[in-house]
């Protein structure tokens, strides 16, 4: 049964980047899509983007412009970036496996943006 | 972007009752490939979704059979028979025919 494990930094200014890793344990790394989904507090979700090999990549387009999604599978690890950060991107981000379904999640990792 | 839209907000439930939660969706989500995309999910207080239903109706490993889901289409339905005080949550649908995927609002389940 797959884990995911999940780490970055909790608490951005405005217009810093978010950094988020999530570690694979037990799955099938090299065969899965990989996805970020994030949750404003108290309210619903919404998807990222996702990555599949190292080269194969989407995103959500009202977040396009801003976002990487990587891959390292030497360590079986993926990670987040998001650029210029605004208060409107606080939420919990959490790392999942699939794109359809989304079958394992992490714990999930509150990211703050705030002066 | 398809839009899936959920009904009621919200839901209270006696104990061993039933409950049914409506998921429409903006577009059809029927493949070429003969499986239609809508999946269910359970987000108890202070967890991650967790995946009950798959391709409309499939229960997921370890899901109770108490969870049914149904439909076609555009529109779909999450059953729960007999209400367990465990059920509380939030319950969302999600469409994976066309990227971006995209969940429905939200239906908030409470116990009396």
């Known amino acids: 049964q797959v884990q995911l494990q999940q780490w970055g930094a909790g608490l951005l200014k405005p217009s810093e980047t978010l950094s988020l890793t999530c570690a694979v344990y037990?799955?099938?790394?090299?065969?899965?899509?990989w996805s970020w989904i994030r949750q404003p507090p108290g309210k619903g979700l919404e998807w990222i983007g996702e990555?599949?090999?190292?080269?194969?990549?989407s995103y959500n387009p009202s977040l396009k412009s801003r976002v990487t999604i990587s891959l390292d599978t030497s360590k079986n690890q993926f990670s987040l970036k998001l650029i210029s950060l605004t208060a409107a991107d606080t939420a919990v981000h959490y790392c999942?496996?699939?794109?359809?379904?989304?079958?394992?999640w992490g714990h999930g990792t509150l990211v703050t943006v705030s002066s | 972007d398809i839009v899936m839209t959920q009904t009621p907000l919200s839901l209270s439930v006696t104990p061993g009752q039933s409950a049914s939660i409506s998921c429409k969706s903006s577009q059809s989500l029927l493949h070429s490939d003969g499986k239609t995309y809508l999946y269910w999910y359970l987000q108890k207080p202070g967890q991650p979704p967790q995946l009950l239903i798959y391709e409309v109706s499939s229960r997921f490993s370890g899901v109770p059979d108490r969870f049914s889901g149904s439909g076609s289409g555009t529109d779909f339905t999450l059953k729960i028979s007999r209400v367990e005080a465990e059920d509380v949550g939030v319950y969302y649908c999600m469409q994976s025919i066309e990227l971006p995927l995209t969940f429905g609002g939200g239906t908030k389940v409470e116990i009396k």
């Open positions: 999942a496996r699939g794109g359809g379904p989304i079958d394992s």
């Open positions: 990555i599949k090999n190292s080269d194969t990549t």
């Open positions: 037990g799955g099938s790394f090299g065969t899965s899509w």
